[in-house]
């Protein structure tokens, strides 16, 4: 090695140490984000429900949109977990069955969605998703099937645009950088996060860490990433490659480390963490939650019987799965579905329920 082994060594372990540090300041932004949040406005608990506290569906949140008075469920998941996969499933069915159900929202968009079908048969049954399996269910009921989410275009290049302000509003931190930081974060931290909750109604904590899923967390761990080199096979290789390319065994055995180590590991830390909380909260969440929560709008103002507020059809902006019928709009009484991550579910259900969606 150019520079010796001493320093290969002392490198791996400042790594190692940012790498743990890095988790365990995390894993109390993730615990953080599920503590209770003042709530602006007082939720009108008796036009509402959530099931969100039962045990059989700790991942679902059913309530009535105010403005449209339709029931709408969110069944939160964790990605190609099969615990999720049957939850959407039987919630999609046991609707379907009894003719209750109206439209089915998934966290998806037409490019993403489209980019599926060009994966091998046998591979895609094997990446099958809970919104996957939802899709075929309304699909076999003839109901319509909603691609709800922000396109993937728009949201990387929100991304990349978030990223880039960030590392200058870092170097800028006699200019109020950081204050801005520190602003975008707190700001879509409250919008993705639950309000007060002594009733459980919102999606907690225990939610994401059920016994279930966790039990089955390895399957999503596996399938996940392999859904990316299926989809993205290039792209995805090509960062592999990279990481084998620099991962170095020398480095597992580290020195002892000085104090000084761990304080430039901390700060280092914190500076990630500013940088991709801003991203993904504000980005991947926040922004998202919001077109989301209109999709889901759009197709409860089909269903209902408020004629103030009912859609036409035909006006729809609705971005439907192929090979599904959209709905004719004389439907009335249905519960809107909508599949998405659980990180979403009460950043959703919050802006509906308190009417931030026009």
């Known amino acids: 090695k150019i520079f010796g082994r001493e320093t290969n060594l002392q490198h791996g372990a400042r790594?190692?140490?940012?790498?743990?540090?890095?988790?365990?300041?995390?894993?109390?932004?993730?615990?953080?984000?599920?503590?209770?949040?003042?709530?602006?406005?007082?939720?009108?608990r008796s036009k509402w429900r959530s099931s969100s506290s039962k045990l059989s569906a700790k991942?679902?949140?059913?309530?009535?949109?105010?403005?449209?008075?339709?029931?709408?469920k969110l069944v939160g998941a964790m990605h190609y977990n099969p615990t999720s996969i049957n939850l959407a499933k039987s919630t999609v069915e046991e609707l379907a069955d009894s003719e209750q159900l109206g439209s089915v929202i998934i966290e998806s968009c037409d490019v993403r969605w489209n980019s599926s079908g060009d994966i091998n048969p046998y591979l895609r049954e094997l990446l099958r998703s809970e919104m996957g399996a939802a899709s075929d269910v309304a699909l076999e009921y003839n109901r319509p099937v909603i691609l709800g989410d922000q396109r993937?275009?728009?949201?990387?290049?929100?991304?990349?645009?978030?990223?880039?302000?960030?590392?200058?509003?870092m170097a800028q931190f006699y200019n109020g950088g950081w204050g801005r930081i520190a602003s975008n974060i707190t700001e879509a931290w409250k919008e993705t996060s639950a309000p007060a909750d002594p009733d459980n109604y919102y999606l907690n904590i225990l939610s994401f860490f059920d016994p279930k899923l966790m039990l089955t967390a390895p399957v999503s761990f596996f399938k996940y990433p392999l859904s990316y080199v299926a989809k993205t096979p290039f792209p995805a290789l090509s960062f592999l490659a990279i990481c084998i390319f620099f991962f170095d065994p020398s480095q597992v055995e580290a020195p002892q480390l000085e104090w000084s180590d761990y304080v430039s590991s901390?700060?280092?830390?914190?500076?990630e963490t500013a940088l991709f909380s801003r991203v993904i909260v504000k980005e991947v969440l926040a922004e998202r939650n919001t077109v989301l929560a209109k999709s889901i709008l759009e197709q409860c103002r089909l269903y209902t019987s408020e004629t103030i507020v009912k859609n036409d059809p035909l006006l729809s902006e609705s971005v439907y799965a192929p090979g599904c019928i959209p709905t004719t709009g004389d439907e009335e009484g249905k519960t809107v579905v909508a599949v998405l991550g659980m990180a979403h579910c009460n950043g959703i259900m919050k802006l509906l329920i308190e009417k931030e969606i026009l």
């Not at 991942?59 to 709408?72: H, N, Y």
């Not at 901390?266 to 500076?271: A, D, N, S, V």
């Open 266 to 271: 901390i700060g280092i830390t914190l500076l």
């Open 59 to 72: 991942q679902i949140l059913e309530f009535v949109e105010p403005e449209t008075q339709v029931t709408v």
């Open 152 to 169: 993937i275009n728009i949201t990387t290049s929100r991304m990349k645009a978030a990223f880039q302000e960030t590392v200058i509003d």
């Open 15 to 44: 790594m190692d140490n940012q790498l743990l540090i890095s988790l365990i300041v995390w894993n109390i932004i993730v615990i953080g984000a599920f503590q209770a949040i003042p709530a602006e406005q007082q939720l009108q």
